[in-house]
């Protein structure tokens, strides 16, 4: 699986370096992967309520941000819905 992320590496370098891993260990390793994207969707969602300006401290998880993401009219939900979906699925993977 070849993807190319270069456009956003000026922009978010930590991000694509997960997500590059996670397309790196797809098919060999998929709970590594899926552990990477998970990893990349966190930072994600750190970086839009940054955007946002959504105040955190150090103790909201992932479920957390995302309710609070929730209540901002202006993010889409499906943007949401997805990082919520990749929250569940490396849950899985980590257990």
């Known amino acids: 699986m ?3 992320f270069s456009f956003l ?5 930590d991000v694509i370096a997960n997500i ?7 098919g060999s390793d998929n709970n590594a ?7 990349a969707a966190e930072q994600l969602t750190d970086k839009i ?3 946002k300006q959504i105040p955190l401290n150090g103790t909201l998880t992932q479920f957390d941000k995302l309710n609070l993401m929730r209540e901002v009219e202006s993010i889409p939900t499906d943007i949401i819905s997805r990082l919520d979906q990749i929250r569940k699925i490396g849950n ?3 257990n």
């Open 2 to 4: 070849n993807y190319d």
């Open 9 to 13: 590496s000026n922009f978010y370098p």
């Open 20 to 26: 590059e891993s996670s397309c790196k260990y797809y």
């Open 33 to 39: 992967s899926l552990m990477k994207s998970r990893l």
């Open 49 to 51: 309520c940054k955007l």
């Open 92 to 94: 899985r993977a980590v």
